[in-house]
């Protein structure tokens, strides 16, 4: 009796040394989960999803708080992804928060720029260039086409130019070819 | 010599019939200075070369007109003397058909040579040799279009033993590299010494497929006191010129998977490459020229050696110009290469050969059937990968599965589409597969720096909060000392001046 006792206190004693030392020593930073939906988000920063961002929506997600279909940058891509990573069912795109378009990036007709400064302030990734009454400038590699700073721009003079096409993003199209159509005699 | 005879047998590949004898019936020819030079500014891998000249600028045969972006990336010279005509978009041979951007020159017919400057490269050493290679427009010839400095720079981290020099020419119809070893096959030898030595190699060995008896026949006689150049032929079967390839098939060495032939020792250059290193060394000219085949459906077929930018419409009518009118041109082989967007395109530096093709080359009959899953494509590929499971996946998008299949392994030869019997365009769906696996890539990436930039915005804008409320705070702080001394000085002056009014009165009483 005293021995099985003895036993297994001695094993819960090993135990939980082994679980808290490794709860210490391998304790995961931040949560995984939000950083992971983070990943699959586009990182657009619109706001589409009435979330300041893609970190709180991210964090929405993960709470329950938001649902997977509130982004329209992502896509039904993004919608997809989501879905499997969260393990739910797939649902389209909530019309909502608008619809997907192809990615534009914002240009500043630098004639009627007035040096204001509040599309700077608007730009969630700080790729506007400028500084009070001089020209501003869009950073074309940093703008992620969020339209943020077209509402606050006083004078109207930022445009969204679709990027087009050229040598050297173009891509391959999926193969598409006619299958023929074999003649088979029906015998009645 | 013995064991430099043997063979090593390649895994797949296929023999097809190689269309190359009406190409070589006569010599290379060459052209006029045509009315106009079209110049690409992308003509090779890596970035887009950045331009050197404007609008009107008179340029001087051989002078710089863009130079090399970075180290990935090459530069490029005029081909002749003349004047900057426009620097504008216009249709390149690319198989997107899209315009990019181009240099015209209006040739004045002159031809005048700037200042020629030959290497002493045992002067200035290997280092500064390569950063010379650099700026001189030299890429690999072979169709790749691989920056060369790249290539000799790299022994500076691994030892070369062996230049491996590429004389396979294994795509059918091309002969380019087959008439250049015939006519200019001094150059070549001397070239070969010289990157040799500039590698540090020990030994040549040149590959030639056993369909080029002649060159075989004119090198050997040429090679024959030089004890450290050897000549192997390979057997006719495509692709034995794929560089990983050609390797196995001379020293039996497997190049794995992820790492490039300098790690074994080992250095490949195409023919024609060689020869333009050795002319950009010995004679200091940068890359001016090239040899293009025009063959298939044309009256005269055979080899030029053309100015880059020739507009290809010229070569086209002097080789007596379409035997039946198809108006499509293929360039590369017909194994890798694409349809031309439009004959209105120029001479590039992987314009290796020209097809202009046959009515049944374009009604192709064979539409495709579905996969009877025969596994003759597996058979068939020369990298050993299985082309039917890359064909599944990449027909329904599932790039993940693909890459673990070793998609990007794939060098795209035809090879399976050219056993399929089902006439499924394989390569196609390769092609479309690696392409969106490449965009979704730099999404991701500009994603990840997206989001860095907003969690520092993020960052910034609270430290400048931070920041203006210790400002305001200390302002407040000192605004109220302010006031309160003031307000005790008042006070003080107050009680002064009532105890002066009280001594005052006192004394009056």
């Known amino acids: 009796m005293l021995t099985s006792i003895l036993i297994i206190l001695f094993l819960a004693i090993i135990i939980g040394l082994v679980l808290g030392f490794s709860s210490v020593k391998f304790k995961v930073e931040g949560n995984p989960i939000i950083d992971k939906i983070d990943s699959i988000l586009p990182q657009t920063q619109c706001g589409q999803c009435n979330y300041p961002g893609c970190k709180p929506y991210a964090t929405a997600i993960a709470k329950g708080d938001a649902d997977i279909n509130q982004c329209p940058p992502g896509g039904e891509k993004g919608v997809r992804a989501l879905a499997e990573l969260m393990g739910v069912d797939y649902k389209p795109l909530n019309e909502e928060h608008g619809a997907t378009k192809p990615k534009s990036i914002a240009f500043i007709d630098e004639e009627t720029c007035i040096g204001c400064t509040l599309c700077i302030q608007a730009c969630p990734v700080d790729a506007i260039l400028g500084a009070t009454k001089q020209m501003h400038t869009i950073i074309e590699k940093e703008c992620t086409g969020c339209e943020l700073c077209l509402s606050p721009c006083p004078v109207d003079c930022i445009a969204m130019e679709p990027i087009e096409e050229n040598a050297e993003n173009w891509k391959w199209k999926y193969p598409v070819y006619s299958i023929s159509t074999i003649k088979t005699k029906v015998n009645h | ?509």
């Open chain 2, 1 to 509: 010599m013995k064991l430099l005879d043997k063979i090593f047998k390649l895994n797949g590949g296929i023999q097809t019939e190689t269309n190359k004898k009406v190409s070589t019936k006569n010599p290379i020819k060459s052209l006029p200075i045509p009315s106009e030079l079209r110049l690409s500014l992308r003509q090779h891998i890596g970035n887009i070369a950045k331009l050197k000249v404007k609008v009107g600028d008179q340029v001087l045969k051989g002078e710089l007109i863009a130079e090399a972006d970075g180290n990935i990336s090459a530069a490029i010279h005029a081909p002749t003397s003349g004047k900057i005509k426009s620097i504008e978009k216009l249709l390149i041979p690319h198989p997107s058909g899209l315009p990019d951007f181009c240099v015209t020159i209006v040739p004045d017919k002159k031809d005048q040579w700037i200042k020629k400057t030959p290497i002493d490269w045992k002067k200035i050493g290997i280092e500064e040799t390569n950063k010379l290679l650099l700026n001189s427009g030299i890429v690999g010839l072979g169709g790749a279009a691989f920056p060369s400095h790249l290539k000799i720079g790299n022994n500076r981290k691994n030892l070369i033993n062996t230049l491996i020099v590429n004389a396979a020419e294994c795509e059918p119809y091309i002969t380019c590299d087959d008439m250049l070893m015939k006519e200019r096959s001094k150059d070549l030898i001397e070239g070969i010494k010289l990157v040799q030595s500039l590698l540090g190699a020990k030994e040549t060995i040149i590959g030639i497929e056993d369909n080029k008896p002649e060159s075989y026949e004119i090198i050997s006689k040429l090679i024959l006191k030089e004890s450290n150049i050897h000549i192997k032929i390979v057997p006719t079967i495509y692709p034995s010129g794929y560089a990983k390839s050609l390797i196995f098939l001379i020293n039996g060495i497997k190049i794995s998977k992820e790492k490039l032939p300098p790690e074994y020792g080992i250095q490949m250059f195409n023919v024609a490459t060689i020869i333009a290193i050795y002319k950009f060394i010995i004679h200091g000219e940068t890359s001016l020229s090239r040899i293009v085949t025009i063959t298939g459906n044309v009256k005269e077929p055979g080899n030029y050696d053309v100015l880059f930018g020739t507009p290809l419409d010229s070569l086209i009518k002097d080789a007596g110009g379409q035997k039946i009118k198809t108006n499509t041109f293929i360039m590369g082989g017909p194994m890798m290469g694409f349809k031309l967007p439009s004959i209105d395109v120029s001479v590039t530096k992987t314009m290796n050969c020209v097809i202009s093709a046959e009515p049944e080359m374009i009604d192709n009959k064979k539409e495709p059937l579905p996969c009877i899953r025969c596994s003759k494509c597996a058979e068939a590929c020369p990298v050993s990968l299985q082309p039917q499971e890359l064909y599944w996946f990449s027909k329904s998008d599932q790039f993940e599965k693909a890459q673990n299949y070793n998609l990007f392994d794939c060098i795209e030869c035809g090879c399976c589409s050219y056993v399929c019997p089902s006439n499924i365009p394989l390569v196609q769906f390769y092609r479309y597969a690696k392409s969106e696996i490449i965009a979704e890539s730099i999404i991701k990436e500009e994603a990840d720096i997206a989001r860095d930039r907003t969690d520092f915005r993020i960052l910034r804008l609270e430290r400048e909060k931070k920041e203006r409320a210790q400002r305001n705070a200390e302002r407040r702080a000192e605004n109220t000392n302010a006031e309160k001394s003031k307000l005790i000085e008042e006070k003080r002056a107050e009680i002064k001046a009532t105890l002066e009014r009280i001594e005052n009165n006192r004394e009056n009483e």
